[in-house]
């Protein structure tokens, strides 16, 4: 195998190990993750496993990054023609609906799972996750901040408040779907983002 070939499959490799775990942490949490599981879904040893990261540690870290990079595909970049303001915020609350009820991942939000597993430790997967989600909600407050400078939204809307409701929409929509199965949540969340944005 050609030096160029046998970077191409590492990565390949690196790639499979990844999107894998980022399955099995959705529904069984990063902390659920082990080695011996991963090798024997994949068909890999453990040493082949562990060989692409080195520790568990740095495995949790690629698999918030790959929960990132999936959760831009689907929410953020789905709508990126739509015009600022309150058009663009009430498109990204759909495409977010959307990709709960459509189980993108078989354990629901990845960043909600993780943020419940983490939320009261230290260290740098915590960091990891709420960085990833302070992000998420500075881009929120962008998109209602826009919308207040245009006029489409009162100008003495609360923008942080506005940003905490269309969260709590979110997480609770994850918890209806994901604990009660409950067949009308994805209509409930979105009754509740009308109530806050409008038609």
């Not at 902390?31 to 060989?51: H, N, Q, W, Y």
């Not at 990126?80 to 354990?107: I, T």
Request: a neutral charge; aromatic letters at 6%; hydrophobic letters at 45%.
């Amino acid at each position: 195998m050609s030096p160029r070939n046998s970077v191409l499959e590492t990565r390949r490799t690196r790639q499979r190990i990844v999107d894998r775990s980022l399955e099995l942490a959705s529904v069984e949490g990063l902390e659920g993750l082990t080695i011996g599981r991963l090798a024997t879904d994949l068909g890999m040893s453990k040493a082949g496993v562990l060989g692409h990261f080195g520790t568990k540690e740095i495995l949790q870290l690629a698999v918030v990054d790959a929960a990132a990079e999936l959760f831009a595909r689907e929410v953020p970049q789905r709508v990126r023609e739509v015009p600022p303001g309150l058009a663009h915020l009430r498109a990204v609350c759909e495409a977010w609906v959307s990709y709960l009820e459509r189980d993108v991942l078989p354990g629901g939000c990845f960043f909600t799972a993780a943020a419940a597993e983490f939320d009261g430790r230290t260290g740098p997967v915590r960091d990891a996750v709420a960085g990833m989600s302070a992000l998420w909600q500075r881009d929120l407050r962008l998109h209602v901040q826009r919308a207040v400078g245009a006029g489409e939204l009162s100008a003495d809307t609360d923008v942080d408040q506005l940003v905490y409701e269309l969260v709590g929409v979110m997480l609770a929509l994850n918890h209806f779907l994901q604990l009660r199965h409950d067949p009308s949540a994805a209509a409930r969340a979105r009754r509740a983002v009308h109530r806050l944005l409008g038609s």
